[in-house]
Structure formats: C-alpha cells, structure tokens
C-alpha cells in the first residue's frame, strides 16, 4: 500500500490544518488562468472568454481500488487522470483540479504523502494547477474526490451527440490492456495469499500492468486534433468498456454504427495473455474496462488528415439509427453490440 514504513504520524498529530499544510506544500501555481489557488476560502480563475469545462470522480476504496496491489502513489496519479480524460474528451484543455479526501486512522501521514506524491507528479507532467481541496476523516477506508477544469473554445467543444450517419468512428491507442492487467493482479494477489514466499515474474506483464496501474490521459489527442485541422462530430473517454461508450455516443447522436472486429487495436500482449487466461480479446477490448483511451467521430472527409496516424484507428463507422448498433465480427457476422461496461455496484456486490 505506502512504501514509508519507517516512521508512522497518526493524522491527529498534525491536525487538519497542519495536514493540509504539510500535503499541499510542493504545489505551485504555473497556469495564468489561475489568480488564486489553495488558502483561501475558494480559488479564484479568469478564462478570458474561453469556455470553462468542469468534471468530477468520486474513487472508494473497496469499489475503485484495492490497495493490496495498487500503490497509493499510483492512485493518486491514477485519481488525476480519470478525470484529465474526461476533460480531454470534450476536446478541451485541462487547467487545474480540486482533491479532496477522506482517510480513516488506519492511514498515517506517511501514507496520504505517498498518495500526494502521485497527484503531484500527475499534476506537474499535465501541466495542471492544483487550487483547492478538501480533507476530512472517514471510519472506514480511503476515498477520493477530484474535480477537474479545463478551458477550450467554444467552437471546439465536443460532446457525445453530434455524430451523424456515415462519420468514421475512430479510436486513440489500444483496447483492453488495463482490464487484463487488472486480471494478473488479482490473479498474483490468490497466488501470494497462498505463498507469500512466492517471487512472481511479472516481465511479460508490465505493458498491461502498467496500464492498470499508472494510466496516462491522451492529453495529446486534443492537441493532434487541432494540428491536423480535425474538428471531431462527438467524443467521449472510454472508461467502461468500448461497447459502452459506443451506445453512449449511439444513443445522445441518434444513430447506429458497425464496428469491424479486425479493426479493433490490441497491443500483441493483450492478445497472449488472453490466451493464457482463456478469454476472448474483443469481449475484452469490447467490456474491459479503465483504457483511458479517446473515441470519437469525424466527417469522411476528414479521413486523409487522420490516415495512417499512428495513435488513430477507424473502427467502424456511423449508421441510420434504425439501423442498430452491431459488431462485425472477422466471419463477416453481424453481432448486436450490447452493454457490458464496468458498474461499480454490480463489482462492489460481487466482492462480498
Ligand atoms: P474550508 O474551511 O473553507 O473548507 P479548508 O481549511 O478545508 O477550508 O481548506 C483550506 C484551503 O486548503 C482551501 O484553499 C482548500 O481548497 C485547500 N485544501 C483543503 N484540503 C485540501 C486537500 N486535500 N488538497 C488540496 N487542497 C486542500
Ligand atoms: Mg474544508
């Protein structure tokens, strides 16, 4: 969980104030858009005339993460970058975030500057201020809260409902790593229960448990779009599965769309360890969760400026609502695309 296990300050002997004091200390403020950040009773910000683009998560320990194999480092880098995706997905610039946390005593002071650690070092590789937060105590467990603001024109901004019939639905990165990471996690995590001895070898693994452990938010997706002269019709992040995002962008656009098996991007590790695991890789890529990856549409005639990108792929393409939403699989069968993405409750209920 923290790596400090040297020395143990229980929360009380800092105090809050002292506390927030003592985490906040190493962020400065770097963005001009911020005239007033953390110390006050609320941050101020100034936009001048751009529009303000506002998200937030919630992440609880038991039902988000589990801290028997997630570092609280990584969470803490992994809190911002759920929600710089969200952000990114409007096409938008990320700006600054608010943290707050809840943390029962069984985290000492070593433990939230480990998790600290981690939303600093995200903070500064995204160039994000951080303004603002709030911390309390909880009775059980660890939760986290970050809002995220961004800043983008209004002629840019992208939401999930402008997709027509015909646009080409595209995707960032690849597919289904961070859910099969997840699986060799959980599956190291039995196998230590039963042995703690055992010293696994993960070398194979580290690409997809990089991916579920320290995501990255395509921050350059926007930035790629705006250079190549691409204004996508909608976007949304995926992070509940490609199927889900698809019926999102389906069902606010008015619209169907095919997507083509073999189209959809693995990286070569996902495909082995789906073997291993004995699992199919689309359902993977399809109902995995967490990629943190973009998918969006654009107009056909936009498809040279995007052609042979290497961060881009065209999966499929929009249809007449009427006409459904359905995969393509590589037998040239035409599967309805139904909904599997992650629900946290259903995940919290089954952990019992
Ligand atoms: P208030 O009583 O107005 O809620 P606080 O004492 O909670 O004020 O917070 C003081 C300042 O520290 C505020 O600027 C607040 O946004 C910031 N802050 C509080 N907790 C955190 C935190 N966990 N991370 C970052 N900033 C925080
Ligand atoms: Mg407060």
């Known amino acids: 969980m923290f790596d400090n296990k040297e020395s143990r300050t229980n929360l009380s002997e800092l105090g809050e104030f ?26 101020v910000l100034n936009f001048e005339g751009e529009e303000t683009v506002v998200t937030t998560d919630l992440l609880v320990e038991g039902v988000h993460f589990d801290l028997s194999f997630m570092p609280l480092k990584h969470l803490g880098y992994k809190a911002v970058m759920v929600n710089l995706s969200d952000v990114y997905a409007m096409n938008a610039e990320a700006t600054q975030i608010t943290v707050s946390i809840a943390a029962s005593n069984r985290f000492p002071v070593e433990a939230l500057e480990e998790l600290y650690a981690g ?18 105590s909880s009775t059980a467990g660890l939760m986290i809260s970050i809002t995220a603001l961004g800043k983008t024109k209004k002629e840019k901004i992208t939401t999930r409902s402008g997709a027509k019939a015909n646009d ?63 204004q996508p019709t909608s976007m949304i992040d995926i992070s509940d599965g490609l199927s889900s995002e698809v019926i999102h962008l ?5 619209v169907g ?24 890789s689309t ?12 998918l969006f549409t654009i107009d056909q005639k936009d498809y040279d400026k995007i052609k042979g990108n290497p961060n881009l792929t065209v999966i499929g393409h929009m249809t007449e609502e009427n006409e459904g939403m359905h995969l393509i699989t590589r ?4 599967i309805p695309i139904q909904s599997r993405g992650w629900n946290s409750f259903e995940d919290a209920n089954d952990e019992e």
């Open 119 to 136: 939303i600093l070092l995200a903070s500064k590789k995204y160039n994000v201020d951080v303004v603002g937060g709030d911390t309390t």
């Open 283 to 294: 359902m993977v890529a399809l109902s995995g969760g967490e990629d943190y990856e973009l």
């Open 18 to 43: 002292g506390l927030i004091d003592h985490l906040t200390r190493y962020f400065e403020i770097k963005r001009t858009s911020t005239n007033i950040g953390i110390g006050d009773d609320a941050a």
């Open 331 to 334: 037998a040239n069968q035409k």
């Open 250 to 254: 389906c069902k606010n656009s008015k």
């Open 168 to 230: 080409l639905l595209v995707v960032s990165g690849d597919l289904g790593a961070a859910y099969m990471g997840l699986q060799v996690l959980e599956r190291e995590k039995q196998v230590f229960k039963a042995n703690p001895n055992s010293q696994p070898d993960l070398e194979a693994y580290s690409y997809i448990m990089e991916r579920q452990l320290k995501p990255e938010a395509r921050k350059d997706i926007p930035e790629l779009l705006q250079a190549l002269e691409v």
């Open 257 to 280: 769309a095919n997507i083509f098996e073999e189209k959809i991007p693995l990286d070569p590790t996902v495909i082995s360890v789906c073997e291993e695991f004995n699992i199919d």
